[in-house]
């Protein structure tokens, strides 16, 4: 997701609004993948397959968030500069507002 600078700088708050939306589609997606009792998708064994995927990789398929995908984020920044993408090597903090580096949980 990319969001205008422009943007941002006049609505500040919409970076943490729009993680928490993608965050809570996401949960409410991998519910249903993983809902026995009323398959969403076209295929019989789509539950087993999701709960099987998700004993394989952990409670969270798709972790969201800085943290989790630092080592992802921070090859793709290093390939972008190497491969002339990119006029400089970023760290993974250049790409991220500050609202969304950091959270606080109460």
Same mark, same amino acid.
């Given at each position: @997701?990319?969001?205008?600078?422009? /943007?941002?700088?006049?609505? !500040?708050?919409?970076?943490?609004?729009? *993680? +928490?939306? *993608? #965050?809570?589609? +996401? $949960?409410?997606?991998?519910?249903?993948?993983?809902?026995? /009792?009323?398959?969403?998708? !076209?295929? !019989?064994?789509?539950?087993?397959?999701?709960?099987?995927?998700? +004993?394989? *990789?952990?409670?969270?398929?798709? $972790?969201?968030? @800085? $943290?989790?995908?630092?080592?992802?984020? $921070?090859?793709?920044?290093?390939?972008?500069?190497?491969?002339?993408?990119?006029?400089?090597?970023?760290?993974?903090?250049?790409?991220? !507002? +500050?609202?969304?580096?950091? #959270?606080?949980?109460?």
């Amino acid at each position: @997701i990319a969001i205008r600078r422009s /943007t941002f700088e006049r609505h !500040p708050w919409i970076a943490m609004n729009l *993680f +928490k939306a *993608f #965050s809570e589609a +996401k $949960d409410r997606s991998l519910a249903r993948a993983l809902d026995v /009792t009323t398959s969403s998708f !076209p295929i !019989p064994w789509a539950p087993y397959m999701a709960c099987q995927a998700q +004993k394989m *990789f952990g409670g969270n398929l798709w $972790d969201y968030g @800085i $943290d989790p995908n630092r080592t992802t984020i $921070d090859a793709f920044l290093r390939f972008s500069f190497e491969q002339g993408v990119a006029h400089r090597r970023m760290a993974v903090e250049d790409l991220f !507002p +500050k609202q969304l580096q950091t #959270s606080v949980r109460v």
